[in-house]
């Protein structure tokens, strides 16, 4: 179910659907992101506007992965979802309203 490159607005409405809830604790593979050496696979455990924090087994602390250039996948339920990191680049509290209205970045 993996789609290259895109943006949130490009992405089926059950893939947008997932990636509006909870997407912390979700096992993450992310094939690219600027300043990695790919493949990279952990949990996510927490997100900010531009970066995602990644527990990572074998590291004693989590890695803070940059959005911005990010490619890879998510596990959500029974399916692995498209993750790029420059569509999903919005607050935590905003991505629902984001990704489910295809609304602004910012509301004013």
Same mark, same amino acid.
């Not at 690219?32 to 995602?52: H, N, Q, R």
């Given at each position: ?23 912390? @604790? ?15 696979? @952990? ?15 074998? /590291?004693? /602390? ?6 911005? @250039? ?39």
């Amino acid at each position: 179910m993996s789609r290259e490159g895109g943006t949130a607005a490009e992405l089926g409405r059950a893939e947008r659907e997932a990636l509006a809830g909870e997407i912390l @604790g979700a096992p993450v593979v992310i094939r690219a992101s600027p300043g990695l050496a790919p493949p990279l696979e @952990g949990v996510l455990v927490d997100e900010t506007l531009s970066t995602f924090l990644l527990r990572v087994p074998g /590291r004693a /602390r989590a890695l803070r992965v940059p959005k911005p @250039g990010l490619e890879g996948t998510i596990v959500l339920g029974d399916g692995e979802l498209p993750l790029i990191g420059d569509g999903l680049r919005v607050r935590p509290e905003d991505r629902t309203k984001r990704l489910l209205t295809g609304g602004p970045r910012r509301s004013r």
